[in-house]
């Protein structure tokens, strides 16, 4: 079984930068895509940003296009860099894997979730 545990996370100003991380552990054999989403009070969980297994393709929400980017050093870790933070990225964000190695956007199109981190922006 695959588990992932996201990490960075922390209090930042509007404009700043952070930088979350996702490594997965376990059976990893698998060519796994990985998304992030996040999910802010009240509201249901969003697309963030989603990379193939071999690091090469991309995908991001209109939101975050241009200021976030996902990138992957090997098969087990992820990132996610965030720039020019803006109040509304204030969320929990998760990574989570899909055994469909395509950019998908739907949360149900992932079969392991890690537990969260927050991420919160200061204006």
């Known amino acids: 079984q695959v588990r992932l545990v996201e990490s960075g996370g922390g209090l930042v100003q509007a404009g700043g930068s952070l930088r979350l991380s996702c490594v997965a552990s376990?059976?990893?054999?698998?060519?796994?895509?990985m998304g992030w989403f996040r999910q802010a009070p009240g509201k249901e969980r969003e697309f963030v940003a989603a990379?193939?297994?071999?690091?090469?393709?991309t995908r991001y929400a209109d939101s975050v296009k241009g200021r976030f980017t996902a990138s992957r050093t090997n098969a087990n870790m992820v990132y996610l860099q965030m720039n020019s933070v803006k109040s509304e990225d204030t969320a929990v964000y998760y990574c989570?894997?899909?055994?469909?190695?395509?950019?998908?956007?739907?949360?149900?199109?992932?079969?392991?979730w890690g537990q969260g981190t927050q991420v919160t922006v200061s204006s």
């Open positions: 990379i193939t297994w071999s690091g090469a393709s």
């Open positions: 376990g059976r990893t054999s698998s060519n796994w895509a």
């Open positions: 989570a894997a899909s055994r469909r190695d395509t950019l998908q956007v739907d949360t149900w199109m992932y079969e392991i």
